[in-house]
């Protein structure tokens, strides 16, 4: 019965997204292939001094994003660190400065980590003139990296890949402001707080009195979700009935990280012109979410333990008003798409359940991954299996046209070394520095053993993947995990974005390659399967010795 109605979950969520994919998809490529400028966007141009009809090479455009990205760093650093002098600052002091480091670098990197609960944190100034404001900007920062990417596959002999200014602009203006404005205000409809109330002093059941925040949720929740974010405005995240408060704002927040990465597929086939190539990314994608969707529900749903069937399935941690299944998809869509907003604590799933959510992040977060980074991050997945087959079958690899060579193979290796190099190092670190461990162990770590352990790899998996969920166990706000994590998503989000503006660059200046009958296909059943082949041995060989000490571990003990 369970599996049914999981099935019937999944396929809820397959048909809204199968309406939405044309119209979405088709959207964004027009978005991105305009050559007019809408009127407040040529203002915007003005004031920052960009010529918008001007492209970039794939220096240039590194160099906007880096340096956008180090601004933004700075400046929500500082906004944190004078809050108790903004306005709305409810009275919440200034952020300590290793805390202010993690979340400022947490928010730019749109992984949303959080070291702190932002209730009794962050003040509304901070909150929706900081962070909100990020959920928005970097996001458009990894849709504009992924699309010059694709320009970079479509283009012949050019030296510039687009203007980073002007993707940027038109992501945030044209893209996620309009679905943010639009589904925020159904949010409101359905529950979701939106207000500058404040602390309200209520009288509970059994007499006592408690102190509950509000404040602007609905505004951010939204760009939360569509922008693959995830930092909540309560502590509790979208399992705050404030933030998430019943089934139908469970349902459109699934769709709101969903729908960007999953349309930009579309938006692929566009540009390379060719329509069904985005069909095989998109097949791959949802293969690797139905696998660990139907993992964690049935590992959550089936125990040896007598009460725990007797339920129905291990509901520890989870809402009641979402159960097993729409928890476990929300999570799988969270942890798949680089999200990191939770309906359900991820650190009371069975140990089989939560290795699937370290384990979707260990993929590289591509199934379908966040706005972005998903679809660049396939992307350099595709190239390394064209290039496994092109030396099982003697032939040169090719992609769409262009030749993978050994420039554009090193690229993709160096990708998909920085994220488990990240993660194995930061874990190895935080075990072996003895101020580190004394950290770790003395104030960090809820549970010892495999699950301790456990709690700290999927730390750094989350932050190294840019995701930003956490096993709930761990306590982050300490110097050496903050200043760790914080440097975790710096790398893991900044390094790929390097190399993959470069790839970009090496790609454009490529003429197309003639298609012979020796050319493989790449938008067939059988690419996908290699694809989804290659994606899982990658993770499989890298994490595997982690994962047995961790949840493979405590999972065959119990």
């Not at 966040?370 to 032939?395: D, K, N, S, T």
Request: with cysteine.
């Amino acid at each position: 019965m369970v599996y049914l109605f999981a099935v019937l979950a999944f396929a809820l969520i397959a048909i809204i997204l199968a309406v939405i994919y044309k119209p979405l998809g088709d959207y964004m490529y027009e978005v991105f292939n305009s050559d007019k400028d809408l009127f407040f966007e040529r203002w915007i141009y003005k004031i920052i001094g960009v010529a918008s009809n001007k492209e970039q090479n794939w220096k240039a455009y590194l160099r906007g994003v880096l340096g956008f990205s180090l601004m933004s760093v700075l400046f929500l650093y500082l906004l944190q660190r004078v809050q108790q002098w903004l306005p709305f600052s409810l009275g919440f002091p200034n952020v300590e400065g290793p805390l202010a480091f993690n979340t400022a670098a947490s928010f730019v990197t749109n992984t949303n980590w959080q070291s702190y609960s932002p209730d009794v944190t962050l003040g509304y100034t901070v909150q929706f003139a900081g962070l909100a404001v990020q959920n928005f900007v970097s996001a458009a920062v990894g849709i504009s990296v992924a699309i010059a990417l694709v320009r970079g596959f479509a283009r012949r002999k050019s030296d510039t890949i687009g203007n980073f200014w002007v993707d940027l602009t038109r992501c945030t203006m044209r893209i996620l402001m309009p679905i943010a404005i639009v589904m925020g205000i159904i949010l409101m409809a359905l529950g979701v707080a939106q207000n500058f109330a404040g602390f309200v002093d209520v009288q509970t059941i059994a007499g006592g009195s408690q102190s509950i925040m509000q404040g602007p949720v609905a505004s951010q929740e939204v760009i939360k979700e569509l922008g693959t974010n995830g930092g909540g405005f309560f502590n509790a995240n979208s399992s705050h009935p404030y933030e998430n408060p019943n089934m139908w704002t469970n349902l459109i927040e699934i769709l709101l990280m969903l729908c960007i990465p999953v349309a930009l597929t579309r938006t692929f086939g566009r540009m390379v012109g060719n329509i069904r190539q985005g069909y095989a990314l998109l097949g791959a994608m949802v293969t690797l979410f139905g696998i660990s969707f139907l993992a964690v529900v049935t590992a959550e749903s089936f125990s040896n333990d007598p009460i725990t069937s007797l339920t129905g399935g291990s509901m520890e941690g989870k809402e009641d008003r979402f159960g097993i299944v729409w928890s476990g998809l929300f999570g799988t869509t969270s942890t798949s798409t680089s999200t990191g907003a939770v309906d359900s604590m991820h650190d009371s799933y069975t140990a089989l359940g939560g290795m699937m959510y370290m384990f979707n992040m260990m993929l590289g977060e591509v199934s379908p991954g966040g706005v972005g980074a998903g679809l660049y991050g396939i992307l350099v997945m595709a190239v390394v299996a064209v290039f496994i087959a092109g030396l099982m079958v003697g032939r040169t690899p090719e992609y769409l046209g262009k030749k993978i060579g050994p420039r554009e193979m090193k690229m993709a290796s160096l990708y998909f070394l920085v994220m488990p190099i990240t993660v194995v190092v930061g874990v190895a670190l935080s075990f072996a520095l003895p101020f580190a461990r004394q950290s770790v162990f003395d104030t960090s770590l809820a549970n010892d053993g495999n699950h301790g352990f456990s709690e700290v790899v999927y730390a750094f998996t989350s932050a190294a993947n840019n995701n930003g969920s956490a096993f709930a166990g761990l306590t982050a706000d300490t110097p050496w995990l903050d200043t760790a994590l914080g440097m975790a998503v710096l790398l893991g989000r900044f390094l790929p974005i390097m190399l993959v503006i470069a790839l970009a660059g090496s790609l454009a200046k490529q003429d197309v390659v003639p298609e012979t009958s020796g050319t493989m296909k790449t938008d067939n059943s059988l690419f996908v399967f290699l694809l989804v082949f290659v994606i899982f041995i990658i993770s499989a060989l890298t994490f595997f010795p982690t994962l047995a000490l961790g949840p493979l571990a405590e999972g065959l003990v119990a």
